[in-house]
């Protein structure tokens, strides 16, 4: 699916669809350019899980977990990770492959650590079509 936002409310609403649709178990993965609205889309799909807690991007921490929804919520900000050998000491298969929602940003960094089934959501500007244009692609990535 490939959907077209023009403002920052347009890409938080698609975020609230695909978190009212989230099951357990579901884990998405999230690639996009700084500044393009991966936290925005984040907050989106928590409010769509049920969150009302103000979510922000867990950059220091890595890990935000958020448990006031209909599911659990695991937000993953990997873009500090500077070794897969730091998700094992956080425990990310706990997450990866728990009864909540995991959303992991910049994934493209931990490709190794990802579940073969996945959700990739990916985030793209152009700048011909205005400063808030985004086209976000959301694919199913399956074992081969």
Request: aromatic share 12%; glycine share 12%; charged share 30%.
């Amino acid at each position: 699916m490939q959907k077209e936002t023009f403002s920052a409310e347009e890409t938080f609403a698609l975020g609230v669809k695909i978190g009212e649709a989230a099951q357990a178990g579901d884990v998405y993965t999230l690639v996009g350019d700084l500044g393009v609205g991966k936290t925005v889309f984040t907050q989106g799909v928590a409010r769509g899980l049920g969150i009302m807690e103000p979510v922000n991007s867990p950059t220091f921490t890595i890990l935000q977990i958020y448990e006031e929804g209909r599911l659990p919520f695991y937000h993953f900000d990997v873009y500090r990770i500077g070794d897969p050998e730091e998700m094992e000491e956080i425990g990310y298969e706990d997450y990866f492959y728990g009864e909540g929602v995991t959303m992991i940003e910049w994934s493209n960094l931990i490709e190794e650590l990802l579940p073969e089934h996945r959700c990739e959501i990916r985030i793209e500007k152009d700048l011909e079509k205005g400063l808030d244009y985004r086209r976000i692609t959301v694919g199913e990535v399956r074992p081969s």
